[in-house]
T-cell receptor, first 115, second 115 residues
């Protein structure tokens, strides 16, 4: 089965510019996640969707970050305006049952550099 | 979710067993131990999980102490492709994907397999 797809793989922007990332989860996966991974750290959850509804966005900086999953499939994460500290890899994941428990499958990520 | 403690780095000779320790002394009775790994420039990949019994799959073995306060991930015959950051995570796992099922990553252990 195809994995989680993300684009672009790399993006370089100047501070105060806007940027958007796209994610296509594994077919049939109802739950989708966006994580931020700063260099040298583990991934940190930004937002979790169940179908097209938000389950958890407690760690999303809502003054500049937004995300949507309008039809319950693809998702877009936007940053507007970007700051230097937003430089990171943005990972998308989707989940399904593995045995009796849910497991998450990650995409390759988008590496964002803000200059 | 309970916090975990892992050594920041470990080395292993190719073909030998790699034993990666994890301390989770505050783990609750309903929390599972999960292991993920992240190869350079890729998203995290699920390896194995367990509650209290030892577990084995095609990738690795998981040994959990009787008091569940620590565990060890064993790669029986490490190869160069096993060089990665290994994350030990404890979390509540349910049949329903809710906000309580987030993965909270620490900084992990950088395992380097040497030829």
């Amino acid at each position: 089965e195809a994995g989680v797809a993300q684009s672009p793989r790399y993006k370089i922007i100047e501070k105060r510019q806007s940027v958007a990332f796209w994610c296509n989860p594994i077919s049939g996966h109802a739950t989708l996640y966006w994580y931020q991974q700063i260099l040298g750290q583990g991934p940190k959850l930004l937002i979790q969707f169940q179908n097209n509804g938000v389950v958890d966005d407690s760690q999303l900086p809502k003054d500049r970050f937004s995300a949507e999953r309008l039809k319950g499939v693809d998702s877009t994460l936007k940053i507007q305006p970007a700051k230097l500290e937003d430089s990171a890899v943005y990972l998308c994941a989707s989940s399904s049952l593995r045995g009796s428990l849910y497991e998450q499958y990650f995409g390759p990520g988008t590496r964002l550099t803000v200059t | 979710d309970a916090k975990t403690t892992q050594p920041p780095s470990m080395d292993c000779a190719e073909g030998r067993a790699a034993n990666l320790p994890c301390n989770h002394s505050t783990i609750s009775g309903n929390e599972y131990v999960y292991w993920y790994r992240q190869i350079h420039s890729q998203g995290p990949q699920y390896i194995i999980h367990g509650l209290k019994n030892n577990e084995t799959n095609e990738m690795a073995s998981l040994i959990i102490t009787e008091d569940r306060k620590s565990s060890t991930l064993i790669l029986p015959h490490a190869t160069l492709r096993d060089t990665a950051v290994y994350y030990c995570i404890v979390r509540v796992a349910t049949r329903r994907e809710t906000s309580g099922s987030r993965l909270t990553f620490g900084e992990g252990t950088q395992l380097t397999v040497n030829p």
